[in-house]
């Protein structure tokens, strides 16, 4: 029997899963298919609901990660077989220089999430306009300070992609509440003279400070949130006339508007079906990882010595993942000693 | 982006019922006339019926009666082109909604279908379902090749913004060959054609007909117009085209009205886009029926001077 | 009708009246329910807040509203649960309205208020457009 | 205007399902967006019309708002609310259901008349609704006799339906119940402004909305849903 566990994903679910494990005197093996530890986690500027530096807790414990000795960081690899029951599992990884055989005792699977490409949503004009851009990419342009200057309005959209039968995700992706009014809030900081404006269905804040937080965005930086799902975003004159209606009013509206931020849905990772199949685990209608009994045994995979953390198995903000991190490295731990 | 997966799933036949549309017949003749001798030229033989009547959706967008009766009407024509074996063009979009929106009720509505049935069988006809509706833009879409090898008359210079019309791509959500929000096929035509392609910011609103609104709601009517129209004249675009007779209606005379009433000096010619594929494939002049436009007829005579008539 | 949302209607002169965002409002709807008379009112005390961010100044100097609330009661601003001055707020709005020459409008509404006939006016001309 | 529970009808909509025919059977998805009315053409120019809000009432019951309103007949049937909306409620069939409903309740009739005329006169007749006959005054100047154009055209100078069709279209409406409800409005008439002379055309400028219509009184309708003034000053700002 292994006393290895193989944790897959370097996202900061698996980073906490394999950390914890190899506090508890586990060997760890972490695979992560990108050149980088970090996850989501690494292209964020800023976390919520109090604004911290993103960039510097998550290379706070990648860092630790990466000096601990019983961790095993293979980057650019993934898992290409699998087979075995638990606590003598033969799986096989593809890394740059070859392939390898490895026995483990337990998989971690924390594959994380993937920020969905809003292109469906062909009335928002993204892909069409640069001024159109997904919150992925606002992070992105926050970090690099390309946030427009001047007098200038922004809107932030949300539920593009989730709670939509029609082209979308029936769920609620249930953080772009929050991460709305931080890009809000980041927008007032880097640009006081610009406006902003929030389109929501409901504001589903959902964690502690985080209603806190999304009533200082409304209370102290003065963003203007107005219930009603946005229609239309359309290009005329070099602006972009953002159409929907202020459902509390009744009023169809009309916000001139400089940049669009569309807080698209997150959903299961790239091949989530293809990892699920070749672990021989089941997932969702979504393709998000299932767990076998989501109240009391949430990481259980409905394998046994497959464990589940992090956003794999549905929308979830990092203290979350963190959470179920540290939860499945425990139950990785009882079935490897 | 045009969903080429559909667009593939269109035969090329070699005939097609080509149904006729009233707007088209009897305020635009020109529509009438371009659709078949385009389609005859692009290979396809338009085959028609004096039996056909009005898609019969009328019954149920002027509420004069339930949408059952005007479900054997819908029926009933298109068992005509079933009798023969074909397939249906249409040209107009309320005729493709219709036909298919319905067609599509009774083929899945088993109840539905036989109650029908039982009224077209007293006249011996029936409807099995069989036929598919496509849209004579579709068509156009789908006979891409054929469309460039037969341009005789290119519209070169020619500035054209397009008009989509709501029933094909908002009824037609998920039947459509494109987006409901941001087509883009009746520009690949233009630019076959040779056209330059303009583009408006109130492309995909309504023109205002509404259906039943510009009789009964006509103040409501004309402002929604009139907002379309400010739009496009702002692009100042040589031709309007359209894919839909009744919006083609709605624009071309409206226009003549806000002028009339001082409301604006609009003269932007609209087109149908069958009107556009004849002229492109060196239809007669006689054959566009230019005589029946209402507003723009100058910059029409312009445009034809400019690439040859 | 659809609105062009901006930024410089009279909402600027209410926020530095009371000193506070008027985005705060929860628009929870608590202060018209709570409200004795918002039957006689044609716009709710949370509506005209909504109006005064969408910028609809005239119809907010326009209503009956600013004139008949926050008078003697303070009934809404006890139970607004994110403490919105909404008797400052009238106030402010019935002495902008008097500084731009708006009539008051002190009448009980008529019961027919909400009922207005179908227009009929009818054109004949040019059915099909 | 406070609103009274007991205005709602709770089980209206449970009762409606079955007659609207299985087209409309998803009111209850809804999810209050305003994603409809963002985009709608009506709305854009109308203060009171709403789409989200009539569902609403719908669901809620409180169908006589609904009914006798005057915002119920201002839908521009664009399909544009089904096309963007998330559920997939397909709003423009609801409207053809709840006007057959407001008619019911004999609302709506001046409208439905005028349309029945066409029906009558055109498609009945000639088995085309939209018929050679032009009833615009502007364009009879402007584009004059349209025969000759479909003949320059090389099309027959009049597209007739075939006597077989027309008579298969009576038929059809006879067994539908089209032909017994077209008798219960009466007829109207349908001018010609070829043919109008001068007397015609003033009484057709002039003519007052019917409050009856054949057997049928109409009542007033109302605008339930809003003002008829609205924030037009101040959409140009």
Avoid at chain 1, 288 to 314: M, W, Y
Avoid at chain 2, 42 to 49: A, F, N, R
Wanted: net charge neutral; with cysteine; hydrophobic share 35%.
């Amino acid at each position: 029997m292994s006393k290895k566990t193989l944790v897959i994903g370097g996202g900061i679910a698996g980073i906490t899963a394999a950390q914890k494990i190899a506090q508890n005197g586990g060997d760890v093996i972490l695979i992560e298919k990108e050149d980088a530890l970090g996850g989501n986690f690494a292209k964020l500027t800023y976390t919520f609901p109090v604004l911290g530096d993103a960039k510097a807790l998550v290379s706070q414990e990648v860092q630790k990660v990466q000096t601990t000795p019983s961790i095993e960081i293979l980057t650019n690899t993934t898992l290409t077989a699998c087979q075995g029951s638990v606590g003598d599992f033969s799986v096989e990884l593809k890394t740059l220089s070859g392939t390898r055989q490895e026995i483990v005792g337990a998989i971690i699977v924390a594959a994380g999430f993937h920020y969905m490409e809003p292109t469906a949503y062909t009335e928002y004009s993204y892909g069409r306009s640069p001024k159109v851009v997904t919150s992925l990419e606002f992070e992105k342009m926050a970090a690099e300070n390309r946030l427009p200057q001047g007098n200038v309005r922004v809107v932030f959209v949300h539920c593009v992609g989730s709670r939509d039968k029609a082209k979308g995700y029936v769920y609620c992706s249930k953080i772009c509440c929050s991460y709305s009014a931080k890009h809000a809030i980041m927008m007032k900081k880097a640009n006081p003279q610009s406006k902003s404006y929030v389109f929501y269905i409901d504001i589903r804040a959902l964690g502690k400070g985080y209603e806190e937080f999304i009533r200082s965005a409304m209370e102290e930086h003065n963003v203007r949130y107005i219930r009603g799902r946005v229609a239309k975003v359309l290009e005329s004159e070099g602006k972009l006339l953002v159409r929907a209606e202020d459902s509390l009013m009744g009023n169809p509206v009309e916000v001139e508007a400089d940049l669009v931020v569309l807080a698209s849905a997150m959903e299961p990772p790239v091949g989530s079906r293809d990892l699920a199949a070749m672990l021989g685990i089941a997932t969702d209608e979504y393709g998000f990882f299932q767990d076998v009994e989501s109240n009391v045994r949430p990481c259980h995979s409905s394998k046994p010595g497959i464990f589940l953390a992090g956003s794999c198995t549905q929308p979830m903000e990092i203290a979350s993942a963190v959470a179920m991190g540290g939860l499945s490295a425990s139950e990785a731990l009882a079935v490897t000693r | 982006m045009p969903r080429l997966d559909k667009v593939a799933q269109i035969p090329k036949p070699d005939k097609i019922f080509v149904f006729k549309s009233c707007v088209a017949s009897n305020k635009y003749p020109g529509i009438e006339a371009c659709s078949s001798d385009s389609l005859r030229i692009l290979g396809i033989e338009p085959v028609d019926s004096d039996e056909q009547t009005c898609c019969g959706g009328f019954v149920t967008f002027a509420n004069v009666a339930a949408p059952t009766a005007s479900m054997p009407a819908v029926a009933r024509n298109l068992s005509l082109a079933e009798e023969k074996g074909l397939d249906t063009c249409v040209v107009c979009n309320g005729c493709w909604t219709f036909l298919n929106e319905f067609g599509h009720f009774m083929n899945h509505n088993a109840e539905v279908k036989a109650s029908v049935n039982m009224m077209l069988n007293m006249m011996g006809k029936e409807y099995k379902g069989t036929g598919s509706v496509y849209h004579i833009a579709e068509m156009y879409y789908r006979l891409k090749e054929e469309l460039a090898e037969n341009v005789k008359r290119p519209l070169k210079g020619i500035k054209v913004a397009t008009h989509y019309g709501c029933h094909y791509l908002g009824g037609g959500k998920y039947t459509a060959i494109d987006d409901a929000q941001m087509p883009s096929y009746l520009e690949e035509i233009i630019e076959i054609l040779g056209g330059e392609v303009v583009p408006y910011t109130a492309n995909r609103e309504c023109c205002g007909t509404g259906f039943t609104q510009v009789i009964n709601g006509k103040d409501l009517s004309l402002e929604h117009t009139k907002t379309k129209l400010d739009s496009v004249k702002e692009a100042d675009p040589d031709i309007l085209v359209v894919q839909c007779p009744y919006c083609h209606s709605q624009l071309d005379r409206i226009q003549q009205q806000f002028n009339y009433r001082d409301e604006g000096d609009f003269q932007t010619p609209i087109l149908h886009i069958a009107q556009l594929v004849g002229m492109g494939l060196g239809l007669d002049v006689a054959k566009l029926g230019f005589a029946a436009h209402v507003s723009g007829r100058a910059r029409l005579e312009n445009v034809l001077d400019r690439i040859g008539r | 009708m659809r609105l062009r949302i901006h930024e410089n209607g009279i909402r600027t002169i209410v926020e530095e009246s009371i000193q506070k965002s008027l985005t705060a409002c929860l628009q929870c709807s608590k202060c018209g329910g709570g409200c004795a008379h918002v039957d006689e009112f044609d716009l709710s005390p949370r509506q005209v807040i909504e109006y005064l961010l969408d910028c609809l100044d005239e119809q907010v100097l326009d209503s009956r509203t600013i004139w008949l609330c926050g008078k003697n009661c303070t009934e809404c601003e006890v139970i607004c649960p994110v403490g919105l001055p909404l008797n400052g707020i009238m106030v402010t709005l019935r002495e902008e309205a008097t500084r731009r020459g708006v009539e008051p409008k002190y009448e009980q509404p008529s019961l027919i208020y909400h009922k207005f006939e179908h227009c009929s006016k009818h054109r004949r001309e040019g059915e099909e457009g | 205007m406070l609103e009274q529970v007991k205005d709602w009808d709770d089980d209206f909509y449970e009762r409606w399902k079955p007659i609207a025919m299985g087209f409309v059977n998803e009111a209850e998805r809804c999810l209050q967006c305003g994603k409809c009315t963002g985009q709608c053409p009506a709305a854009a120019v109308t203060p009171g019309y709403n789409p989200r809000k009539l569902i609403r009432d719908l669901v809620d019951g409180n169908i006589k708002r609904i009914l006798s309103s005057v915002e119920l007949w201002q839908c521009f049937f664009c399909s544009g609310c089904y096309s963007t909306c998330p559920m997939d409620i397909n709003f423009p069939f609801f409207i053809f259901m709840l006007r057959l409903g407001a008619m019911n309740e004999g609302y709506g009739w001046e409208d439905v008349k005028q349309l029945e005329a066409y029906a009558e006169k055109d498609y009945l007749k000639d088995g085309i609704t939209v018929s050679i006959r032009e009833r615009n005054p502007f364009v009879v100047d402007t584009v004059g006799d349209i025969g000759k154009i479909r003949e320059a055209a090389g099309l027959p100078t009049k597209r007739v339906v075939s006597k077989r069709g027309v008579a298969e279209i009576n038929m059809i409406s006879d067994l539908s119940g089209m032909t017994s409800f077209m008798k219960k409005i009466g007829g109207v008439d349908l001018l010609d402004c070829n043919t109008c002379d001068d007397a015609q055309a003033r009484r057709c400028k002039t003519k007052p909305l019917p409050s009856k219509v054949g057997k049928i009184t109409t009542k007033t309708r109302f605008y339930n849903y809003g003002e008829p003034s609205g924030g037009k000053t101040n959409a140009k700002t």
